[in-house]
């Protein structure tokens, strides 16, 4: 939801000797409440944001140059990537090229698995998987795995190919800070499952092996995390409660 102008990525474009141009997608911070009883700004920071700049962008370049652009590009990451594809699908004649990077794709599939595995981290309103224990499961990662492509670099070429057990880290003994309680097994075993309905269709996909060192901003914190909440609350329910 971080509505801003992205000044950095302008500069890096105008560098390589584009016009360039950017857009909050009408709101700014990095909250949906922008969102509550305001259902325009929504439908801004859904699409029409975008397309109202492309538009925008191309009057001023023709006014300033004399002639349209040639060619146009959308370079964009996360929310900025599912702009991009919502571009493809709503407006194919605004960009001759789309870079949708990580895109944030079925928002309302992607931020009920947020919430999903932010609620996987927690036992009895207490956060279980603090960001501590990621490095301690990577590694195990790493070992039991990192050869199955053939060259042993700490990287894994297909994660889904790694069959990694997390009940291989389950303390022996007494709890030291190298192996995990059994409620942090049964919780790291959720994270790695796929969410799905209780007929069992998939809503979202989940985590693969390797990933361990990137959970813990979704699964780490006190209560999932705001960013898959506010979906619900702003956007879905209109309900901040």
């Known amino acids: 939801f971080n509505g801003n102008i992205v000044y950095q990525a302008m500069a890096s474009a105008l560098r390589e000797g584009y016009a360039t141009a950017s857009t909050d997608g009408g709101h700014e911070g990095g909250s949906a409440s922008f969102a509550l009883g305001h259902r325009e700004k929504m439908i801004d920071f859904a699409y029409r944001g975008i397309h109202d700049t492309a538009i925008q962008a191309k009057a001023l370049i023709a006014a300033y140059y004399g002639r349209s652009p040639k060619y146009s590009y959308w370079n964009g990451c996360s929310t900025g990537g599912r702009q991009g594809l919502k571009e493809a699908q709503r407006f194919p004649d605004d960009f001759d090229g789309i870079v949708a ?141």
């Open 101 to 241: 990077g990580a895109p944030a794709n079925y928002e309302t599939h992607l931020h009920a698995w947020t919430v999903w595995v932010g609620m996987a981290g927690m036992k009895d309103d207490h956060n279980i998987l603090p960001a501590s224990v990621m490095p301690v499961i990577n590694k195990a990662v790493i070992a039991a795995c990192d050869a199955k492509d053939g060259v042993k670099d700490g990287l894994l070429n297909d994660p889904r190919k790694c069959a990694f057990d997390p009940g291989t880290l389950l303390c022996k003994g007494s709890e030291t800070t190298d192996c995990l309680t059994a409620d942090q097994v049964a919780a790291v075993r959720k994270v790695y499952a796929p969410l799905k309905t209780k007929s069992g269709q998939l809503i979202f996909p989940s985590f693969e092996p390797g990933s361990e060192l990137g959970w813990p901003i979704l699964v780490s914190g006190k209560a999932p995390a705001d960013l898959g909440q506010d979906t619900f609350r702003y956007l879905t329910y209109a309900d901040p409660s």
